[in-house]
């Protein structure tokens, strides 16, 4: 013990503490650069101030490639290719923008594309093509532009490729298009008229349609697509597109995204699992539907819709098994009141299960759920329902599924639902009310005196309604009231 503290003494006369303190830190620096060599060792940056430059730079032999774009406009004649480990940065999306030249005009002949395969697909009609199977590559501040090609971006299977930061705008077909991407990110973006201008057999017309989408993604899982705004700017007949369109979706969350489209998310069809729509301004349609209403996964749940602010009256479209919609404010225009907050058009039943509980819903057109097909396991509860006196006006019920179904395992309890100016039904067909309705509080209902209300002072939100969606939380929501921040 005695020679430890005589070796401490001879140490600190050596390295008094300012000097102890100094050593570190030099040591310390020494350690973080070198690191930092070490990691990014193999990495080549190359700045480029012209088309040809750009192009050369996307050929370099480099597995680490970040290529600085200039301010200007790069017009390409053909794809820009990317391969793994490439970083496509611009100077930002005012003033660094990639287009095409005037000889460049994709054939819209292939459109639409068969959205499951490649034969038949044109690959090569997009300004940036990633090669097959890329990895992390990454493409932001810059502004990509039609409109005589297909789309901004295509890829398949594309692993870790993070798009951000990037403006995306008039093309024919899709903004974004990729076939099994996986562990991506798709951010802070925004797509103006990204798809849906095609005329098929001659030159790129007004006349796509409701078709193609900003992002068309076809097999995606593992993603996240977040505070990315979405909108057209012309007319739904001369320039619609889906905002968010998917065939088969798994462990995907859409958030904070503001998207202005007809259809706002689609993904039809496919097995999809495990989807979060949450936080969403959605000025059109949710449309899921699945024959049958599909597989439920092993977790339960295929999508699941909240915090969302839904402004159209036809609002989500199914039918889909191992669904849960919950605290959405649904605020309509009595003036539209074409749509079911809940549509489904098929033949097939469906077994369930879905949830619908806990949402706030402002003037329903037609109905709340108006359900074609037979559909089984249904828990309606805790929702807060105002209905007004709409333009045609409806006085049909507000729920309504097909004489098929097992009533049994409907169950409508603990509402709230209120009718101002035109009394409406709760329920739209005469074998409906074999289900299990009770504890819910009516006003102005023409059927409340068919259903058990003795325990209504249960019904409603179970807590206020208060969030933020939209990109980077611009709208908030408060109970009724979805109001955009002033940013004070």
């Not at 996307?58 to 600085?68: A, F, G, K, N, Y």
């Not at 532009?145 to 870790?160: D, E, K, L, W, Y």
């Not at 903004?175 to 030159?203: H, I, N, P, Q, Y």
């Not at 990315?228 to 998917?246: D, L, M, Q």
């Amino acid at each position: 013990m005695a020679y430890e503290d005589k070796r401490i003494t001879r140490m600190s006369a050596f390295f008094p503490p300012k000097r102890i303190h100094l050593v570190f830190a030099l040591f310390f620096t020494f350690l973080v650069f070198t690191a930092s060599s070490i990691v990014h060792a193999d990495e080549q940056e190359l700045s480029v101030s012209s088309v040809d430059e750009l192009v050369a730079a996307t050929q370099m032999d480099s597995e680490r490639l970040v290529i600085r774009l200039s301010e200007g406009t790069y017009k390409l004649t053909k794809p820009l290719r990317l391969k793994s480990g490439t970083r496509l940065l611009g100077n930002s999306i005012d003033d660094t923008v990639i287009t095409h030249s005037d000889r460049w005009r994709a054939s819209a002949k292939s459109l639409p594309d068969p959205e499951t395969r490649l034969d038949g697909m044109d690959t090569e009609s997009y300004l940036i093509r990633l090669n097959d199977r890329a990895e992390n590559i990454e493409i932001a501040n810059v502004s990509l532009r039609g409109p005589h090609v297909h789309g901004a971006v295509f890829g398949m299977r594309p692993t870790q490729l993070h798009v951000h930061h990037v403006k995306i705008q008039d093309f024919m077909w899709s903004g974004l298009r990729t076939l099994g991407m996986s562990d991506s990110k798709v951010m802070d973006c925004e797509f103006v008229d990204a798809g849906g201008r095609w005329k098929r057999g001659g030159e790129p017309g007004e006349k796509g349609g409701i078709s193609g989408g900003a992002m068309f993604l076809t097999w995606v899982k593992d993603c996240e697509i977040a505070h990315n705004r979405i909108r057209r700017t012309t007319s739904a007949k001369t320039r619609a597109h889906y905002g968010i369109k998917g065939r088969q979706g798994r462990r995907c969350r859409i958030h904070h995204n503001s998207i202005e489209t007809n259809f706002s998310i689609e993904f039809p069809f496919e097995g999809d699992q495990d989807m979060e729509i949450d936080h969403n301004v959605l000025r059109g349609a949710v449309s899921i539907p699945k024959h049958a209403g599909g597989k439920v996964p092993q977790s339960g749940v295929t999508f699941h819709i909240h915090h969302n602010y839904l402004t159209t009256s036809y609002a989500i479209e199914f039918v889909r098994n191992g669904v849960e919609v919950d605290h959405n404010l649904f605020d309509f225009d009595v003036q539209q009141d074409g749509g079911n907050l809940i549509s489904g058009f098929g033949k097939a039943g469906a077994q369930g299960p879905a949830k619908f509980h806990n949402n706030l819903v402002s003037n329903p057109g037609r109905g709340v759920i108006w359900i074609n097909e037979p559909y089984e396991e249904f828990e309606i509860r805790n929702n807060h329902i105002i209905t007004r006196t709409t333009a045609t006006p409806r006085t049909e019920g507000l729920f309504a599924l097909r004489s098929a179904n097992q009533f049994s395992k409907l169950s409508i309890h603990n509402n709230i639902v209120r009718c101002i100016g035109q009394p409406r039904p709760l329920l739209r067909n005469e074998s409906m009310y074999e289900a299990n309705v009770a504890d819910n509080l009516l006003v102005n209902v023409s059927d409340s005196h068919r259903f058990d209300t003795s325990h209504s002072q249960t019904a409603g939100l179970e807590s206020p309604l208060r969030f933020a969606c939209g990109v980077h939380g611009e709208f908030q929501i408060d109970q009724w009231i979805g109001k955009k921040s002033t940013g004070e």
